[in-house]
């Protein structure tokens, strides 16, 4: 007789979403690096989110910032802030310049502070960060009209989150990469995609579609100026899939939501945990667990 499996995650996991409302437009003129203006205004939206989320008791695990979101010189600030809070930080970083003259990198921080849900994770505040490989084309465009040129990290990154699951980071257009998608594919619980991204609807339906395929959380965190940030979870009853949707140019906004962990770990191992009489979540995609060797079949017809 098999064994149930029994999930060694936490229920849930708390995550801080902060979309600030930096103007693309206005942020970068002639250069690719922020303007003054557009850097004091996203510094005094962070901190003022950070403060708000501060009082919260427990604090988020999880705090997550849009593509482009921080200025460069507000690293060492956010890193110390992280900490405090004793969240990890996955923020969206300013244009960074690279090793060749006018080479350019856009890239997420991955902060993680000495002190992690009760637990110590080291002697300070460490940092990973997680390259863009793919440029957005009107993003490629406006770099070359600046003399710069993007710096493409080929790399995928996955992320031991201990009790609160196993989760990948992307950068706004590598969402739209088919063989990253398949790769996250039975690996994780969630994935987060810092955007700045002007077709909202689109990253909407995506995420949608993401969610059922590699069977995890998916949290986009997009530039408030477009709109559109939105947490999905594979429910199976349609009215609790979208977990946090927040519509409307222009606007900033933080809010703290709850993600389920245990339980959909329980559902992608098929121990399938019920709602109302029925499983909570839904089917396992195709090939979640096995795969067919495919076989690739051309016709010619006339």
Not at 255 to 266: A, E, G, K, T, Y
Request: aromatic residues 10%; charged residues 25%; proline residues 5%.
């Amino acid at each position: 007789m098999t064994t149930p499996y029994v999930s060694p995650l936490a229920d849930s996991l708390k995550l801080g979403v902060i979309q600030t409302s930096l103007d693309p437009e206005a942020a970068w003129i002639g250069n690719a690096k922020m303007s003054r203006c557009e850097e004091e205004r996203a510094i005094s939206e962070i901190r003022g989110y950070f403060a708000a989320f501060q009082q919260e008791q427990p604090r988020p695990d999880i705090i997550v910032l849009p593509e482009l979101a921080v200025p460069t010189g507000f690293e060492t600030k956010l890193k110390a802030m992280a900490d405090k809070m004793q969240s990890v930080v996955i923020a969206g970083l300013d244009y960074r310049a690279g090793s060749s003259f006018g080479e350019v990198h856009n890239e997420a921080l991955l902060i993680v502070p000495r002190q992690w849900r009760g637990k110590k994770m080291g002697a300070r505040a460490t940092t990973r960060r997680i390259g863009k490989t793919y440029p957005a084309p009107e993003e490629e465009k406006k770099l070359k009209s600046v003399a710069c040129e993007f710096k493409r990290d080929p790399s995928v990154w996955l992320f031991d989150g201990g009790d609160v699951g196993t989760f990948g980071v992307m950068v706004c257009y590598d969402f739209l990469d088919l063989e990253r998608i398949a790769m996250y594919r039975g690996k994780v619980q969630h994935l987060f995609i810092l955007a700045l991204n002007k077709d909202a609807t689109s990253f909407r339906h995506v995420a949608e579609a993401v969610s059922r395929m590699v069977f995890c959380n998916v949290i986009v965190c997009n530039c408030g100026h477009f709109g559109g940030s939105q947490v999905v979870c594979p429910y199976r009853h349609a009215e609790r899939r979208t977990i946090f949707h927040h519509s409307g140019a222009g606007l900033a906004t933080g809010q703290i939501i709850s993600l389920p962990v245990s339980r959909l770990d329980l559902h992608q191992h098929k121990e399938y945990p019920s709602f109302r009489g029925e499983r909570e979540f839904k089917s396992l995609p195709p090939g979640y667990d096995f795969s067919e060797a495919l076989v690739q079949q051309l016709a010619k017809f006339g």
